[in-house]
C-alpha cells in the first residue's frame, strides 16, 4: 500500500468504489505514463480502410435495415453530461477584460463582435429579450449604449438566464417560427425518426451530471408527449452518470497525491472513456452513439436519417455473415470453412490473424477465428478531415502485433517520431463520433464490454493550480482504446452529418440558420 495512504483516505477511497490497490495502479500509470499508439497507415478511401458506398449502396443497406431491424430493440446513446461553460469561453473573456472602452472593438474582441451583431439570430434570443424585459431592462437600450456587458452577464450569470451552467444539452440551438428547439429535443426528433424499434418505441439513453438530472426531467415534462404525437411514437428517456469508482485521483509533479484544505484526495472523473461503464449497462441490439452537440436543424436532418439507417443495416447485415460463419465454426469436425473465414477477417474486418497462424492445428485456428469474431461490433461513419482537431481513422499495430482499425487521437501518437507524425497528417478523414454498435452475441447474450478495453492507453495532463503543477489522468477514450478490441468497419458519411456547435458562434453557421 502507498504510505502516504492514511486511514482516512482508505475510507475516502472505498466510498467511490475503490480499493488502494487501484490508487497505486493508476499512480504508476502517472510515473511510468501510457503506452502511444503505432499508427501504421491512415486508413483512406485509397487503401480499402474506409468504404465509400455508391447510390446504389446506400438504397441496399437502407432496406436491409428495414428488414433486418424487424423484432429488434433499438437505443440512441448520447453522452451529455457537459456544461455549456467552454461554449461561452470568449464571452466569459470578453467580461472580464471589457470595461466599456476598446480601441479596437472589432480586432479586440471579433468574436464578440460577431455575437452581438448577430444576437437575434440565436435561437434563445427571445428568452434574453423577455428576462431582461420582466426585469425592468431594455435590451435596445442596453445595445445602443454599448454596454454589452450586461446583457451578456444577463445571458450567462446563474441568478438571470443562467446559460453558463447549464447542460450544453439544455442550450436551445435552433428556431422554427416561434418554437426554438434544445439540442435535446432535436436528438428525440432524430432518434424518432431513425431509432424507433417494432414495438413503437423511441429509446435513449442519456449520460449526464448528477446536478442537471431535475433540469432534465423538468423539459421531458414539458415536450413529451408533444413529441410523442408530432412522430407517433413511445418516447423511453434514460439517464445515468458517471460511475464514480471512474474517478482518477490528482497527483503533482512528483507523483504524489494532492490533497484539498481538509486534507482529503481531490478526484476527477475519468473523461469520455468511462462511459463504457454506462454503454455496458444499456440493453439493446442495436445503438446509436452520437455527441450531444452534433445535431442539425429539421431542413438538414434527412441525410443524416439515412445515413444513420444505412450505418445499421450494414451493421446488421455483416452481424449476419459472422454470426454465419460462428455457426458453421461450432463444427469443429468441419474444417472447410477455415480460409473463407480467414479472408473475411482479413478483407472485411481489417483484422491482422496472429504470427504464426498457417502453421496452427485446424484446432488451434478454428478457436482464434472464433475469438476474433465474437466480439461486439461497431460501424463507425468519417467525415473528410475540413480541419477539425480531434481524431481520426487509421491501421494500428498493438503489443500483441495485431493490425487493425482504430479511431486514433492526436495525444496517443508520438508526435515527435517524425515517421509517426507524418502518418497522422497524412489522415484524409476525421471522426465526427458517428458510431452504430451491437453488443449481443449470437446466442442474445450480451458482452462485458469491459473485457474490450486497451488498459494500456490513456491521457495524462499538466496543470498550473497556484504555483504549482498538478497532473490528471483520463481512461482510455470511449470510443479510442475503451472500443480497442471491438470488431469495427469504417464507412465515408456526408459532411453534411456532422454539424458540431462547440462554440456558441458555431450556432452562426448557415447549417444551423436555414
Known amino acids: 500500500m502507498n504510505k502516504t495512504l492514511n486511514d482516512g483516505d482508505l475510507k475516502q477511497i472505498e466510498s467511490l468504489g475503490l480499493t488502494a490497490s487501484d490508487i497505486e495502479k493508476q499512480i504508476e500509470n502517472f510515473r511510468n505514463g501510457f503506452s502511444k499508439s503505432r499508427i501504421v497507415a491512415p486508413a483512406t478511401v485509397e487503401n480499402g480502410g474506409i468504404m465509400r458506398l455508391s447510390d446504389s449502396d446506400v438504397a441496399a443497406y437502407e432496406k436491409a435495415y428495414q428488414k433486418l431491424s424487424v423484432g429488434k430493440k433499438m437505443l440512441k446513446f448520447v453522452p451529455a453530461s457537459g456544461a455549456a ?4 469561453n470568449d464571452l466569459y473573456a470578453f467580461t472580464s477584460t471589457y470595461f466599456g472602452v476598446a480601441h479596437n472593438f472589432e480586432a479586440e474582441f471579433p468574436q464578440v463582435k460577431l455575437f452581438l451583431e448577430n444576437l437575434r439570430s440565436f435561437a434563445f434570443f427571445d428568452d434574453l429579450n423577455n428576462s431582461m424585459s420582466a426585469a425592468g431592462l431594455d435590451l435596445n437600450d442596453y445595445m445602443s449604449r454599448g454596454d454589452y456587458t450586461a446583457i451578456i452577464n444577463f445571458l450567462l450569470k446563474e441568478q438571470y438566464l443562467g446559460y453558463g451552467k447549464l447542460p450544453k444539452a439544455l442550450i436551445k440551438f435552433h428556431k ?12 428525440i426528433v432524430e432518434g424518432a425518426q431513425y431509432a424507433q424499434s417494432s414495438d413503437g418505441k423511441t429509446r435513449l439513453h442519456f449520460t449526464i451530471s448528477p446536478e442537471h438530472r431535475p433540469l432534465f426531467r423538468k423539459k421531458i415534462a414539458e415536450v413529451k408527449k408533444y413529441y410523442e404525437s408530432a412522430f407517433n411514437t413511445e418516447i423511453e428517456i434514460k439517464f445515468s452518470e458517471q460511475k464514480h469508482y471512474t474517478d482518477r485521483i490528482i497527483v503533482d509533479e512528483y507523483n504524489e497525491p494532492v490533497r484539498d484544505d481538509d486534507g482529503k484526495l481531490i478526484f ?8 463504457i461503464e454506462n454503454l455496458n449497462e444499456c440493453r439493446a441490439d442495436v445503438i446509436f452513439i452520437k455527441n450531444i452537440d452534433n445535431v442539425a436543424p429539421d431542413w438538414m436532418k434527412h441525410t443524416t436519417i439515412i445515413y444513420k439507417k ?15 460463419f460462428l455457426e458453421e465454426l461450432e463444427d469443429k469436425s468441419n474444417m472447410e470453412q477455415l480460409p473463407k473465414c480467414q479472408a473475411f477477417i ?17 484446432k488451434a485456428k478454428n478457436r482464434t477465428l472464433c475469438d476474433i469474431l465474437n466480439r461486439p461490433l461497431r460501424i463507425c461513419g468519417m467525415v473528410r478531415n ?22 486514433v487521437e492526436p495525444g496517443q501518437v508520438n508526435r515527435k517520431e517524425p515517421e509517426q507524425d507524418e502518418i497522422f497528417k497524412s489522415g484524409t478523414h476525421f471522426n465526427p463520433v458517428d458510431i452504430v454498435c451491437s453488443t449481443r452475441d449470437r446466442k442474445g447474450r450480451y458482452y462485458d464490454l469491459r473485457k474490450y478495453v486497451d488498459h494500456n492507453t490513456g491521457f495524462i495532463s499538466k496543470k498550473n493550480k497556484g504555483s504549482s503543477i498538478v497532473k490528471t489522468q483520463e481512461l482510455p477514450g470511449l470510443w479510442n482504446g475503451s472500443m480497442a478490441f471491438w470488431n469495427t468497419v469504417f464507412v465515408e458519411v456526408p459532411l453534411a452529418t456532422f454539424n458540431p456547435v462547440k462554440t456558441v458562434n458555431d450556432l452562426l453557421r448557415k447549417e444551423h440558420q436555414g
Open 268 to 275: 476527477r472523473p475519468g473523461g469520455h472513456g468511462a462511459l
Open 310 to 324: 444505412v450505418l445499421a443495416g450494414m451493421l446488421l447485415s455483416l452481424q449476419k455473415e459472422i454470426f454465419s
Open 176 to 187: 422554427y417560427g416561434n418554437i426554438q428547439r434544445t439540442s435535446f429535443e432535436e436528438h
Open 85 to 88: 461553460t467552454r461554449m461561452f
Open 346 to 362: 482479413e478483407k472485411k474486418l481489417h483484422t491482422s490473424l496472429p504470427e504464426g497462424f498457417d502453421s496452427m492445428t485446424d
Open 386 to 407: 475540413q480541419g477539425e482537431p480531434g481524431g481520426g481513422p487509421f491501421y494500428t499495430i498493438d503489443q500483441r502485433g495485431t493490425k487493425s482499425l482504430q479511431i
